[in-house]
């Protein structure tokens, strides 16, 4: 079963969904206001915002300063075989710092030409803020997409004390 719930943020109203387990809930998707790609509420899904009171938490905590990494379940079966490698590779980058395209194309054993399919997948990310994809910037320091807009970007970039440019 999906559920669903909304978490106000520095960024807009986010939309969380996810799958029940017997913990609590697996985060599947974070979606941003506006965002490209962002998940929208489907016929069947179930409001349920008590079932993401400790991923709320921790958002609000790390907006707040308070938090530098983030302890959720992810829903599993999400994104391609090579995404889920890019996202993993993703949630190593710290708290602070930025890491390149190429940079993230070599953790994962893709360089060069690698580059444009690791920057579809971290486009493809669904789980915005939680899973830093905002930390990844282009080779000469520039920041380059990112689905949640580039000011949300440089945004995260600032709260986490991070420079957006190299």
């Known amino acids: 079963m999906t559920m669903y719930a909304t978490v106000d943020s520095p960024l807009g109203e986010l939309l969380l969904a996810g799958e029940e387990t017997t913990g609590g809930v697996a985060l599947a998707s974070l979606s941003l206001p506006g965002q490209k790609g962002a998940a929208v509420v489907q016929d069947g899904w179930v409001r349920a915002p008590e079932a993401f009171t ?4 921790q958002l609000r905590d790390y907006f707040a300063g308070r938090l530098t990494r983030f302890d959720i379940e992810y829903a599993d079966g999400v994104g391609t075989d090579f995404q889920r490698r890019v996202w993993t590779a993703l949630d190593t980058v710290p708290y602070g710092e930025t890491v390149s395209y190429g940079q993230i194309a070599e953790r994962v054993g893709t360089p060069g030409a690698g580059v444009r399919a690791v920057g579809t997948a971290i486009g493809r990310n669904p789980l915005l803020v ?4 905002h930390r990844v910037i282009g080779s000469d320091g520039a920041l380059r997409g990112y689905a949640g807009g580039l000011e ?3 945004r ?3 709260l ?3 420079s957006a440019v190299r």
């Open 130 to 133: 939680v899973r830093p994809c």
């Open 54 to 57: 400790g991923i709320a938490a």
């Open 160 to 162: 986490e004390g991070a």
């Open 152 to 154: 949300r970007k440089e």
């Open 156 to 158: 995260l970039l600032r």
